[in-house]
């Protein structure tokens, strides 16, 4: 006999399929014709884009260049050049269904490089890099609620959680034209740019997300090819969106991821301008979800009064959001130079590092790495090039102890200064923006389904009868009931008892 339930739907999102695919860069790199000869090698590295993105059916497919740029120093002018090229990768994979509302996030790390000059024109490239594709889609989890029949003593535990409305990814992409000023002299050559996405503003709609936010964009470039002038702009593009999401509503909570795909700064000359204007390209993708707060019961142990019972049990994860997190970061590290003496800082910027989350003692912290790269020029006049890694501990403010944490957070460096403190010490102060989300995990063994054997029947005498029970301090009344096959509410009522847990040793009368 298989005994009727009555179950809930809950919707959360489950990741349904994880790849960590590594791609190699083995490439024979030669300098463009128009491009002065090396004289010294000061960076050199790898950055992976996402061209694209997407699932087809039951098929992921994904299109990607890697950059493999290079910031020397030439050998004519001694001044700073850069020269880049792109090779081209794809991934693509099978997941076991079609996915309905799937979406893919990616993170990206480069796991080495080497590059080695075969003559001042010529590079031999080897590196390699790591892409982590997740595709996550919203999953229907049943939970059993309640057993229908007077027999089956349940018990049943309260959770609340976030009730997944919607789940959605838009790309877009962000064109702007940058102005020089009149504070800052032409671009004729960029050494290199950065860009970060900043989320502003973040409002739900019915069915639709209103999505503000800012790109902060940095370039460094050469002035005047002839003397080899560095200069540094910034600039602050806004741009929105409209992000459809269905089932979300004015009153959800909402969590937004947004990656930045791919970016360049080309220049790009026009009519009735002598110098060629430097145009931003970006591509973009936000990830939304809409959660609803809700409250479930979970039956975590049966037992009958009348037969030898068989309860199936699942594991059920339910996720709880308990916090946005939008805080800024103040890291400031000193960074020695042993072998030179500085007498000049052309620039400095921050390469975004791994971060985690962690929880002791009821306070929520982040423990992270960044990069901190320095181009100089020294006593001797040479430019030089250094890099560090910085570790930083930050405390997250107004998080809630949780039982199991689980979060996705995202760092992004918003400003780099620096104070020059000796000719062998600089001070770099670096300003984060750390966005995300905080979610407790409840995860308990709960009974999916009772089957019982009408022909086991639990002994019991045909009268009603007390037996006497020494408890001791610590024991469960549910225990204690199930061990006598009887009510739980029966105990309770024939001892006076309110808690589930026995608070001092007493006797218990019974009634079995």
Known sequence: MEYPVKTDGIFVSKTIFEENSEQTVDADFGLPDYCPDIQKIL????????ESKNIIGDRIEIEGTSVVRIIYIDAIKTSVRCTEQSYPF???SNLKDTPQFAVIQTDIKVNYLNCRALSPRRLNIHGAFNVLIKVIDKSEVRTCTHIQSDDIQQKKQNIDYSYLEGLSQQQFSVTET????QNHPAIQAVIRSDIRAVCSECKPITNKIMYKGDLLVKVMYLSDLDSGKVETMEYTIPFSQVIDLNGVSENSECAVRTEIMNYSVTLRSEIGFDDPLPVLSAKLCVTAFSFEKRDTVIITDCYSTKYFIEPEYS?????RLVANIKETIVDKAAVDFTDVSISKVIDVWVEKGNVICSQSDGKTALNGKYNVCILAVDSENNVVY?????????????????SKLSCHVSPECISVGFRFCSEKRIEVRTEMLVTGEIYDVCTTT?????????EKKRRRDDCSSLILYFAT?????????????????????ENDLTEDILTADRMIMIPV
Do not use: F
Not at 178 to 181: A, N, P, R, S, V
Not at 386 to 402: G, I
Not at 446 to 454: F, L, P
């Open 446 to 454: 709960a009974v999916s389904s009772v089957k019982a054997d009408e």
């Open 473 to 493: 301090e610590g024991e469960d009344v549910w225990n204690i009931a199930r061990d006598y096959c009887t009510s739980v509410t029966q105990v309770r009522q």
């Open 178 to 181: 940058l102005e020089t000023g």
């Open 386 to 402: 250094t890099e560090r890694t910085m570790e930083y501990t930050h405390p997250l403010q107004n998080v809630p102890e949780v």
């Open 90 to 92: 794809s991934i693509s």
């Open 315 to 319: 594991s059920q994860t339910l996720p």
């Open 43 to 50: 960076k050199c590295q790898i950055e992976p884009h996402i």
